[in-house]
């Protein structure tokens, strides 16, 4: 038998975590430490960005050697980590980091990371993740109340893409079931699947159209309904659509409803919605929440979900209003049986006979095998923080979003594509005597200015063609003086580049 030397028993005492005051007095040093380089660099910093140009960090990463064969002092990789990492990185925390649905973590939850991690519970199997698959299962039950779907049920997922595709998997698998009389677990998809349809909004999540192609039907099985005024999908358009389909021989097997689409924040009309898709009948009605989710804990705001209660499946996002680090989202299902034509058995996993001691197994519900004990976190910043609290946070930021737009619908100088249905505001730079094409061009160049300037993160997308800018606001921090402060600096700077650029033009 080989005996591990001395220098090689150290080492490992060093790097894991035991009951050996070694290992313990090294974990100490390397939290600390991970804690020290956080707070000089990041936490500390008054820029959102204060890196290299893209140019520039492809060049310095090029020379980086990741895989090197001897290791190094953990204080010494933490400091370049500091210097190389960190200091490169955008400042989530900043309040006017405010670009896309990426929300500053609570301190909370950031310590829930930290328990997370160093108990590596696997939530796969109950004698990986004992207590951690109850507190999972308990979290679950206690959120489908404030859906109202009480007798439903649901799992913790990596984002909002795997929550949709799930309610997709669920879609497609039980309409062939109940209507086809077909087993996709056991045969794969039916004869009729190149007939399936899926409608959802032209403003809806690409996950959807991915979700299609992933569970092969095709892109082409996705059916874009038009959106009104309020960028809500058409209810009208919606019920002629589906009448037609089965006009034409097709099969309509599932309805997505947007709650907080991701560039308006539009809500679609959820109940109307749920009614068409009731009448229709054999149509399973899938509400992607992972942006208004978070509605459902504010007694002001819940009505704008007022529907959702009917939907079959539910997509919900703890990464984005509700705080969280990534990754942590859940799909909720009003139909705890839905989850069943996921559900596998395997002998060293979850075996029948598990449950005759009470084992709970939440494997059989998922997609993933091994996944992190992510309900953690999100029951540490509830403990912490309370539903009350984090129900005036998340009002708090409707507020502002309304005042922000106010302020650029009074201004001479920008133009805002809409008002807001949640925290997201559309705006841009315009000048009646600059053509479109230089307007596009000096909104996305001022844009990208204020970003490596560190003074702001902002947005960008294109609506009907045209260049807007993106402000998603989830910060509780955040204030009006801070954000017009950046909206006069943009107009600043886009009136001296289209001086410019008319100058160019004589």
């Not at 998997?169 to 899926?198: E, M, T």
């Amino acid at each position: 038998m080989h005996d591990l030397s001395t220098e090689n028993n150290s080492l490992l005492f060093q790097n894991f975590l035991t009951d050996d005051l070694r290992s313990q007095k090294f974990f100490n040093k390397a939290i600390t430490k991970a804690q020290e380089v956080l707070l000089e660099s990041f936490a500390s910093s008054k820029l959102c960005y204060g890196g290299l140009n893209p140019k520039d960090m492809q060049k310095f990463f090029a020379n980086v050697d990741t895989l090197p064969i001897e290791g190094k002092d953990l204080g010494l990789v933490m400091e370049w980590v500091k210097e190389n990492i960190l200091r490169n990185s955008i400042n989530i925390s900043n309040p006017k980091t405010m670009a896309h649905l990426h929300c500053p973590p609570l301190i909370p939850a950031i310590s829930a990371e930290v328990l997370i991690s160093a108990t590596n519970q696997s939530m796969d199997s109950w004698d990986q993740a004992p207590t951690a698959s109850y507190l999972e299962q308990k979290i679950i039950i206690d959120l489908l109340k404030y859906f109202k779907l009480n007798t439903g049920d649901g799992i913790f997922t990596s984002g909002g893409t795997q929550s949709n595709f799930v309610g997709l998997l669920l879609a497609r698998d039980i309409y062939s079931q109940d209507v086809l009389k077909w087993n996709c677990q056991k045969h794969g998809l039916p004869p009729q699947a190149k007939k399936f349809r899926i409608l959802c909004s032209d403003v809806a999540h690409f996950s959807v159209i991915k979700s299609a192609s992933l569970l092969g039907l095709g892109s082409e099985a996705i059916v874009s309904i038009p959106t009104n005024n309020y960028q809500q999908m058409s209810t009208t358009h919606l019920a002629m659509t589906i009448n037609q389909l089965r006009k034409d021989n097709l099969l309509p097997i599932a309805v997505v409803a947007t709650a907080g689409t991701t560039d308006f924040g539009s809500i679609d009309q959820l109940d109307e919605i749920a009614k068409i898709v009731s009448q229709a009948q054999n149509i399973w009605l899938h509400v992607d929440a992972a942006y208004g989710g978070a509605l459902a804990f504010s007694e002001k705001y819940a009505h704008l979900l007022k529907g959702i209660e009917h939907a079959d499946s539910i997509t919900i996002d703890f990464h984005k209003l509700f705080y969280q680090p990534i990754s942590c989202s859940a799909i909720l299902v009003k139909d705890k049986m839905a989850l069943n034509v996921i559900k596998f058995n395997a002998d060293y996993l979850n075996p029948e006979e598990d449950e005759e001691y009470g084992m709970l197994d939440l494997v059989g519900k998922s997609i993933q095998t091994t996944r992190r004990f992510d309900a953690l976190k999100f029951f540490i910043s509830m403990q912490t923080i309370g539903t009350s609290k984090f129900a005036s946070m998340i009002e708090s930021v409707l507020i502002l979003t309304q005042d922000v737009a106010n302020f650029i619908r009074q201004d001479e100088k920008l133009e805002l594509a809409s008002m807001p249905a949640l925290t997201c505001i559309l705006f841009r730079y315009r000048h009646q005597d600059i053509n479109e094409s230089l307007l596009d061009k000096i909104n996305l160049e001022i844009r990208n200015q204020i970003l490596l300037s560190g003074e702001a993160v902002m947005g960008k997308t294109k609506i009907k063609g045209k260049t807007f800018i993106k402000l998603t606001l989830l910060h509780p921090m955040s204030s009006l003086e801070g954000i017009i402060q950046v909206l006069e600096s943009f107009k600043r700077r886009a009136t001296e580049l289209g001086a410019l650029y008319k100058a160019s033009l004589k």
